[in-house]
């Protein structure tokens, strides 16, 4: 059964920042691009960010860039969204997704949420003060 599980949201100040975490299991990451998209209350579902299959390459949403980084440990079948300088505008339901990729072309400029068919259930990140 294919799954993935988010953890890692929580409570933080402006400033602050987390490490959400992306755990897949019954399937290997290995040729999966990878997502990571986030829904504040009343908005549509935005991408984040994502990272290729092959070749490990990324993108970010302008909104993010410079702040998050995401990144792939294929021997522990996990991805990481590591966020820095957290705003309040940061504030939402992140969520992981992935999509098989054998050819590492997916993960792209704008992230779209269209492309992935696998998703997380979401952790909840609040900056606030």
């Known amino acids: 059964q294919v799954q993935l599980v988010e953890s890692g949201g929580g409570l933080v100040q402006p400033g602050g920042s987390l490490k959400l975490s992306c755990a897949a299991s019954?399937?290997?990451?290995?040729?999966?691009?990878i997502g990571w998209f986030r829904q504040a209350p009343g908005k549509e579902r935005e991408g984040v960010s994502c990272?290729?299959?092959?070749?490990?390459?990324?993108y970010y949403a302008d909104s993010v860039k410079g702040r998050f980084t995401i990144s792939r440990d294929n021997a522990k079948n996990t991805v990481y969204l590591q966020m820095n300088s957290l705003k309040p505008e940061d504030t939402a339901v992140y969520y992981c997704a992935a999509t098989a990729d054998i050819f590492g072309v997916l993960c792209r400029d704008p992230v779209s949420p269209r492309v992935y068919d696998y998703w997380g259930q979401g952790t909840q990140v609040t900056v606030s003060s």
């Open positions: 019954g399937f290997t990451l290995d040729y999966y691009a």
């Open positions: 990272i290729s299959s092959s070749d490990g390459s990324t």
